[in-house]
């Protein structure tokens, strides 16, 4: 995506005054003032150097030091209609400027001077950009080897194009993923180019900071050598009295910076996060498998939370900027990490299940998953006058499936499947359900809730974390009122058998959830995956418009992608608000809504 004429091209920098170059073309018949050019040049070259004022060329490549490398990014974050956020981390301090370029006039749209500090993501920030225009991303003051470039996004754009990933893990890329075809992030790539891509969606282990258990298993046990963060910390704290640990905690966020290096560096996903605005939310992976489902992650004194808050905060310096600013100075004052946006006249409702139970959780919160924070602004952003009370479409996206197996067999897998005791971070789990019924109900009221006249809302659910990926349809008595896409992981190993094929038998059935939600699962499979979003017809100029939100999963194993079919909210539409309306009220009356 370079812009005509290279950096600061087109009227936005003038030429600067000095020497004149001749045309090339036009002073090829005439030799005689090249030679008597080139003689003035030796003759001035040679009178400098007898006065000590010149160097020679090589003497001048020692003096000059190398420019800084830039080791991630530029990564493009959250892209409105007239604002963006780019990433980058540099090897080494450098004043860097980067550059905004219509790519259409080639007239600088923007620019920002920096000073980068060395091996610490740097966030760049532009405002005043135009709708619907692709820019060239141009940077001046140290070595990028990648192009990059995005478009905005209309304020209420008449289709808007998602990608949804999670579960990306370097090392099965590296051993398992033949480069090409197989590679998701190649296709994905593809798609990007293709403008087929408006934003990608991330819903978690962005990257696996505990590493990989056979890489670690064949490699010495020496820091060095451990892929797995987490375990590289804890050795380092060893023996260490608490009250000293925080003379190590420069020491350890530098440690799980590595893992963020090493995987966005992957040519492909790099490409991908240069070219296409990126909003992310952590899971448990960013900090170490599991984290926050056992009660040891909860006690705020223990060696594995000192650990997992550095982790924590290079999450911040990664992901997070990638969407707000972040005070790095004041990190205490940071009290929650789910985030909620409007984007093209889309509603994307980022929910966090990790810090809520850790980093910010509240002894005796009733709302054990959520937290009791979280809980309040979720009301407020569905309710009247809320951030998405104004949108007709709504994406709700979950690190976890809201919806994925039965309470039965999740609390039965989390307490006798030792590899499967992740299931006690699941909405299914006997500590949340009733957490995953309060969830629901607030988003069909939210759905069912529109003016006269108006066109109906829509809303999906996307989620994580599960490593296979399909489709779900919700049902409120006999009715479906929403869909949920299940995309992961991009890059890891499939769910165990036993847990997939139990899936796969719910899909034959509907499944209860209880207080008269069932779900029923389709389309699934267990290869790696991600998935594609279509949301269309929500145009403000047209009211009565029907909102459509479409969806499809990208599969695909060592050799080969394939696209599963297409999924649409409006294959079947909710006949009978009335009836939800009874069924709504009889579930508050049963569960203690606040």
């Known amino acids: 995506m370079a812009a005509p004429g290279g950096f600061l091209s087109g009227q936005a920098e003038a030429p600067s005054a000095g020497v004149v170059i001749p045309d090339q073309e036009e002073h090829s018949a005439s030799g005689s003032w090249k030679a008597d050019l080139k003689g003035k040049m030796r003759s001035l070259k040679n009178a400098l150097k007898s006065a000590g004022l010149g160097r020679t060329h ?7 030091p190398d420019p800084a490398d830039v080791i991630v990014g530029p990564v493009i974050g959250k892209v409105t209609d007239c604002t963006a956020r780019i ?84 090392f099965i890329t590296r051993t398992e993923v033949k480069t090409g075809t197989g590679d998701l992030w190649h296709h994905l790539e593809k798609r990007i180019a293709k403008g087929q891509v408006d934003m990608m969606l991330h819903l978690g282990d962005q990257v696996y900071a505990d590493g990989d258990k056979a890489f670690d298993k064949a490699a010495a046990r020496e820091h060095t050598s451990l892929s797995n963060k987490f375990a590289v910390a804890e050795d380092m704290l060893k023996g260490i ?46 900090v170490r498998d599991n984290w926050g489902d056992l009660p040891t992650d909860w006690d705020p004194a223990s060696l594995h939370m000192f650990v997992a808050r550095c982790a924590w905060r290079v999450q911040l310096e990664y992901q997070r900027q990638l969407h707000e600013d972040v005070d790095f100075a004041h990190l205490e004052r940071i009290t929650r990490d789910f985030h909620f946006h409007v984007v093209g006249g ?38 009247r006058g809320g951030i998405f009370d104004g949108v007709r479409a709504l994406l709700v996206c979950s690190p976890a499936p809201v919806v994925f197996l039965t309470g039965l067999v999740t609390d039965e897998f989390a307490d006798h499947i030792a590899r499967l005791e992740d299931f006690k971070g699941h909405w299914s789990h006997r500590d949340h359900r009733g957490e995953q019924l309060e969830f629901l109900t607030r988003l069909v009221e939210w759905k069912g809730r529109v003016a006269a006249g108006a066109g109906g809302r829509e809303l999906y659910i996307f989620g994580g974390d599960v490593h296979c ?47 008269n939600f069932s779900f029923h699962h389709h389309h699934w499979t267990r290869r790696r995956n991600y998935g594609l979003v279509s949301v269309v017809n929500q145009n403000q100029g047209d009211p009565a418009a029907e909102v459509k939100i479409t969806t499809q999963l990208v599969d695909g194993h060592a050799v080969m992608t394939h696209e599963g079919p297409i999924v649409s909210s409006c294959d079947e539409k909710v006949t009978d608000w009335n009836i939800l309306g009874r069924c709504i009220r009889s579930i508050k009356g049963k569960l203690v809504l606040r």
Not at 358 to 381: C, M, V
Not at 474 to 486: K, P
Not at 497 to 513: P, S
């Open 241 to 286: 009295p608490w009250e000293q640990w925080p003379q190590y905690y420069d020491r350890i966020c530098a440690i799980y910076r590595e893992i963020y290096r090493e995987t966005w560096a992957h040519p492909p996903t790099a490409r991908c996060l240069a070219t296409c605005p990126s909003i992310m939310i952590y899971d448990d992976h960013e």
């Open 346 to 383: 889309v509603g994307l409702m980022f929910l966090d299940i990790r810090g809520s139970r850790t980093f910010h959780r509240r002894p005796n919160d009733p709302y054990k998953y959520l937290g009791s924070d979280q809980w309040t602004e979720i009301k407020s952003a569905l309710g």
């Open 58 to 64: 090589s003497a001048q490549s020692k003096d000059i």
């Open 87 to 170: 990433l980058i981390e540099l090897d080494k301090t450098a004043q860097v400027t980067l550059a905004l370029v219509d790519e259409i006039s080639g007239i600088l749209a923007g620019s920002k001077v920096l000073a980068v500090p060395p091996f610490q993501p740097t966030i760049f920030t532009f405002q005043g950009l135009k709708p619907e225009t692709s820019y060239s991303v141009q940077i001046r003051g140290c070595h990028c080897g990648i192009t990059s470039g995005f478009k905005t996004i209309a304020q209420c754009a008449n289709e808007v194009k998602f990608a949804v990933i999670s579960c990306n893990k370097i």
């Open 469 to 515: 990926g399909g489709h779900s349809d919700i049902l409120l008595g006999d009715q479906l009122v929403f869909r949920q896409l299940t995309s992961s992981a991009i890059a890891n190993h499939p769910l165990p058998t036993t847990a997939y094929t139990v899936l796969r038998l719910a899909g034959d059935t509907l499944e209860d959830l209880g207080e």
